[in-house]
């Protein structure tokens, strides 16, 4: 068996399947019955494994999904929302400030470019100056921003890792593969 699917986790092997289900490669039922067998005592709980193994699934047609799912996540991490890093969308989704405040310190921040003061007030400062919110909760905010997003290589879940290590490696929480760093970091 190819080593790239011998060589998956249990969960991660249930996760390929999954997709080959929803890809109609292997039948709802089929998947189960195999699932059933990966979960006994003794048994090596590879499920993608087994599918192959009992000629239900094609090893061709799981290699090609492991391959269109690498595709996607990579295009995936691609696009890391900048936004999602933005200060301000941080805030917001922390309910630290409302939109219209935070409206409010950007209308701000661009009147002051218009102007050519220099420097630019920071938004941080701006939403503290005016009351928006806390200065614990800006530096709060900031710690959020500096996290490392780490993608899974198979599942593309992501994972902000606050004290993120080059040479560590990090493991899916929701499958258990590897996780990948974007080579770009658009937005920090
Ligand atoms: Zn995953």
């Given at each position: 068996m190819n080593p790239r699917i011998s060589a998956l986790s249990p969960r991660a092997a249930a996760y390929v399947v999954r997709l080959a289900v929803e890809k109609r490669l292997v039948s709802a039922a089929q998947a189960k019955a195999c699932e059933e067998e990966a979960a006994?005592?003794?048994?090596?709980?590879n499920v993608a494994a087994l599918l192959i193994g009992g000629g239900f699934l094609r090893e061709s047609d799981a290699l090609r999904l492991l391959d269109d799912q690498t595709t996607k996540v990579r295009s995936s991490m691609q696009s890391v929302p900048t936004m999602d890093r933005h200060i301000g969308a941080i805030l917001i989704g922390a309910g630290a400030v409302k939109v219209a405040q935070l409206e409010a310190a950007l209308a701000e921040q661009a009147k002051e470019r218009a102007a050519g003061t220099t420097p630019v007030s920071r938004l941080g400062e701006i939403l503290v100056g005016r009351g928006y919110c806390t200065r614990d909760q800006v530096l709060a905010a900031l710690a959020e921003q500096t996290k490392v997003i780490l993608t899974c290589s198979l599942c593309g879940t992501r994972w902000p890792q606050a004290?993120?290590?080059?040479d560590r490696t990090y493991a899916c929480k929701s499958c258990g593969e590897p996780l990948v760093k974007p080579e770009t970091k658009p937005g920090v």
């Open positions: 006994k005592p003794g048994a090596a709980g004290d993120y290590q080059p």
